[in-house]
């Protein structure tokens, strides 16, 4: 069980801060980036959430569906999931190689294999992309792209540190990259609106 008292503790006001083994590090350590940065990314996804809750609350009684479910519930519900899931894959990233505890528990590669069923699935309900898509549309869409963008950087800072960091944990980051376009672009399709494509220079006016 976490039990936080004090957040002001003061222990990094000349710069460096403490992985989960009490090892003392400069912030400007890639092994704090990577957590960093997956922070970011959670934080992305609850500001999606939020806009997803508005939306729902907007939607009239009887309105869009999905399989039973509200649309906006289900992707509540995959992002919920998703954001415990950073919060495991940060805590294992701030810690040294070998340097795990015990009571620890880790992802394993079924919740990468759960992103990408969640995406096939999604991708029955789309049509194939014909260019490539301007990152906006709706609030929640576009905080998807922004959230898909600083995780994709997540993903490339957990490259650097390759030999430290389980294959699993760039595996999920990778996947998750992917799952929060393909959930963009199904929001997109299945609330009617549409996708705004990127015109080649050439063809622009």
Known sequence: MVRITKVHTGGGDKGDTSLVDGTRVGKEHPRV?????????????GLVRMELNRSSKDT?????????????????????????????????????????????SIIGIEACDRLVTEMDSMLEDLQPLTSFILPTGSPAVANLHMA??????????????????????ISYLNRLSDHCFVLSRWLTAMTGKEETLWTPLGKRK
């Open 33 to 45: 980036a990577i957590y960093g940065t997956i922070d970011e990314a959670n934080s992305a996804i």
């Open 60 to 104: 009239p009684a009887g309105g869009e569906k999905s399989e039973g479910f509200s649309l906006y519930e289900s992707a509540d519900d995959m992002l919920g999931l998703i954001q415990q899931e950073l919060f495991d894959v940060g805590a294992e990233c701030a810690c040294p190689p070998n340097g795990l505890p015990e009571q620890m």
């Open 148 to 169: 898909r963008t600083i995780v994709r950087r997540a993903e490339r800072e957990a490259c650097g540190l390759r030999e430290e960091i389980r294959p699993e944990v």
